[in-house]
């Protein structure tokens, strides 16, 4: 099994930057996809970005395309989600997930690890 840990969520200004970090542990990182999802209060956890193995394909969601990327390290065994031009819709709990089944990557059925999540509040 895999844990993860998350951090670098805090309050922001819309337009700028945050880096979110996933840190594994408890297992081969290289053998899990690796995706970051949120949830807005009173809403459902949405797909954001997803990266395969290695890092060599990326996925995310429209509403973050051109502003979010997603990279990995698996020496460090981290997932980062750099995120630039912020808007306050990006207001969140983000969290950090793992996969090691073949699901599709932007489910969030296909991953059975999750982190605790780290807020990301975007200021109007």
């Known amino acids: 099994q895999v844990q993860l840990v998350e951090s670098g969520g805090g309050l922001v200004q819309t337009g700028g930057s945050l880096r979110l970090s996933c840190a594994a542990s408890?297992?081969?990182?290289?053998?899990?996809?690796m995706g970051w999802f949120r949830q807005a209060p009173g809403k459902e956890r949405e797909f954001v970005a997803g990266i395969d193995w290695r890092g060599t394909y990326e996925y995310y969601a429209d509403f973050v395309k051109g502003r979010f990327t997603i990279s990995r390290d698996n020496v460090k065994n981290m997932v980062h989600l750099q995120m630039n031009s912020l808007k306050p819709e990006d207001t969140a709990a983000y969290y950090c997930?793992?996969?090691?089944?073949?699901?599709?990557?932007?489910?969030?059925?296909?991953?059975?690890?999750w982190g605790q999540g780290t807020q990301v509040t975007v200021s109007s």
């Open positions: 997930a793992a996969t090691s089944s073949g699901g599709h990557i932007r489910s969030l059925s296909t991953y059975g690890y």
């Open positions: 408890g297992s081969t990182f290289s053998r899990y996809r």
